[in-house]
């Protein structure tokens, strides 16, 4: 196992110019959701250079990829690398999903070569996984069913902190609209305020949302409150992105917000529309994935930590995919603590500094290891989804 970790490090230091060079070419060309076609192009350019077979579009995503890899013989073992390379509006690539996308490039293709060369069964499967601030490509994977059969699936993320077994809350964007009468503001008793109800619903939410769990949290923008201070908006709209601890909860909270709104439409005599978009769910890591992860940054001088359980957290689409298959989404400090704020311009000037550079290569070569004990290790495996039936199934339909 040590010698085939080692010709793992190897193959990523030989191929170290090729992902450091996808690294900064898509953090130079950032892309925002379903239009990341370089990024794409790029990535299927280097997998089919070293053996894998790319299947694009994929999943009826434009920008969505599978590639594969197989192994000297199917054994049934399937791991997956997830990909990420969508930018945020007017950021760029302050998320740095470009080290997500080099990195994962590195893990598989590393992987591959050393399963080539020493005969080991298996395949290996790289999705491209796009929009993930907002749009959910995994979600639609998820969906389609994509990750069943898969023995497990992994990626990182750039952070200012070494973490494994992060959780994270689920979340969905809700959008509100009312539909008023316009009229002059000099007689508006001929209008219906669709502002005023708008505004209701922000007091109606301040005054319930202490009712939810405490984990919940809400933040809500006027996207449309009318077009001069001298007419009556005929129309209004607000976004709303909510989260809470489990999807259960989240559905709990959209049905209060359309209480509320239907309140608010009421309240002026406005018609109201309640749309929510795709939810992404709460993640539930492996634990025991993420201790192979650990110990195999451990042996390459990177010590992984546990995070603080009572932190405050984010949401993204691969809790989906923690429903259905064992993952690991551990992070990896490109910048210190304090010194780059991840959707920021100093996060993604991070995401292109000599230290994202170190952390592509580390975590290729941290994911491909354990992707190589997951491949070889029986026992792992079946730890693995004993820990998934545990504390995964339970939850799946709620």
Known sequence: MIEVKEQIA??????KKNLLCLSHKIHRTPEL??????????????????GFTVEIPFC?????????????????????????????????????HNIIAASAMGAAISLAKVMDKNLIPGEIVVFGTPAEEGGGGKIRMVD??????????????????????????????????????AAHSSKPVDGVNA?????????????????????????????????????????S????????????????????IERIAQSAALLTGAKHKVSGAHISAERYPSMTLGEAFKENMDSLGVTMNYPDYTAQVGSSDIGNVSLVVPIIHEYLAIAEPGSAVPHHESFCNAAASPRADEVVLLAAKGLAMTGMDVLIQRELREQMWKEFDEKVRPYQCC
Request: proline share 3%; aromatic share 10%.
């Open 195 to 235: 502002l005023s109800s708008l505004l209701a619903l922000f007091q109606g939410i301040d005054s319930l949302k202490h009712t939810w769990p405490n984990e919940s949290k809400i933040n809500g923008i006027i996207t449309d409150g009318g077009s001069a201070p001298n007419i009556i908006p005929e129309y």
């Open 237 to 256: 709209k607000g976004s709303f992105t909510i989260r809470a601890g489990r999807k259960k909860t989240l559905l709990m909270i959209f049905k209060d």
């Open 60 to 96: 009826g995503m434009e920008t969505a990829f599978k590639a594969v890899f197989s192994g000297a013989k199917p054994n049934g073992v399937k791991i997956a690398f997830l990909s990420e390379y969508d930018a945020l509006a007017d950021i760029g690539h302050g998320c740095g």
């Open 10 to 15: 190897v193959t990523v230091e030989r191929i």
């Open 33 to 50: 959701g379903w239009c990341e076609y370089k990024a794409v192009q790029w990535q299927k350019a280097m997998l089919e250079e070293y």
């Open 144 to 181: 389609e069913g994509v990750f069943e059969g898969f023995t497990c699936a992994m990626m990182i993320h750039p952070s200012t902190q070494n973490l494994i077994a992060r959780h994270g809350l689920a979340a969905q964007v809700v959008h509100v609209e009312f539909f008023g009468r």
